[in-house]
Structure formats: structure tokens, C-alpha cells
């Protein structure tokens, strides 16, 4: 079982940047990709970016690709979003999840453990 904890979020203006933790607990975090996703209100939960084990492949959302940067550090358990350029349309919870079967799958519902989530808050 893997526990998730995303830190990092904020307020901040349009044109900032914020840079999204997700530090996890279990010996096996290494085997797993990892993807960010972001929930805005009255929207469905949508895929943002994805690192595979050991962060030699990623991928991302089109809305996010240039701007978002996903890296890991196995050893100390801990997947960051940095994220430049934000919009007011970055506005969302974002959470981190964890998935061992589908490599940088891009489906929440292929995920399967999941942290709480941290709310980014973008001000035009």
C-alpha cells in the first residue's frame, strides 16, 4: 500500500509559479508511475502529467506541456509539479496518484491510490 501527500499549493498571480510535492510512504514507491491530475469546480478530474518508475519517460496534457515539469526522487520518495507560466485556468485541486500497471496512463480511473489533494488558486 502506498500513502500520498501532496504539499505546495497556493495563490498566486498569473505569470507565477508553484512548485507541488507529493511525498509518499512504502518500500515499493519506485515501481510505480505517478501522474498529477487536477480537479476544477464543476468539472471532471483531468489528467495533468505523469512520471514512470524511474522517471525516464513522461508525458503531458497539452494545456500543460511546456509550462509543467514532473520529476521524481526515488530515494526520497517524492514526485514534484513544477509549474510556470500559471493561468487562471491552472485554477484547480490538484492530487497525486499512483498506478502499477499502466505505464503513464492518463486515465484517473487506472490509478489506484491517491493523496488528498492541494488546492492551486491562479489570480488574473
Known amino acids: 500500500q502506498v500513502q500520498l501527500v501532496e504539499s505546495g499549493g497556493g495563490l498566486v498571480q498569473a505569470g507565477g509559479s508553484l512548485r507541488l510535492s507529493c511525498a509518499a510512504s512504502g518500500r515499493t514507491f519506485s515501481s510505480y508511475t505517478v501522474g498529477w491530475f487536477r480537479q476544477a469546480p464543476g468539472k471532471e478530474r483531468e489528467f495533468v502529467a505523469a512520471?514512470?518508475?524511474?522517471?525516464?519517460?513522461?508525458a503531458y496534457a497539452d494545456s500543460v506541456k511546456g509550462r509543467f515539469t514532473i520529476s521524481r526522487d526515488n530515494a526520497k520518495n517524492t514526485v514534484w509539479l513544477q509549474m510556470n507560466s500559471l493561468k487562471p485556468e491552472d485554477t484547480a485541486v490538484y492530487y497525486c496518484?499512483?498506478?502499477?500497471?499502466?505505464?503513464?496512463?492518463?486515465?484517473?480511473?487506472?490509478?489506484?491510490?491517491w493523496g488528498q489533494g492541494t488546492r492551486v488558486t491562479v489570480s488574473s
Open positions: 496518484a499512483t498506478n502499477y500497471m499502466y505505464s503513464l496512463s492518463r486515465s484517473y480511473s487506472q490509478y489506484d491510490y
Open positions: 512520471i514512470r518508475r524511474n522517471g525516464e519517460f513522461t
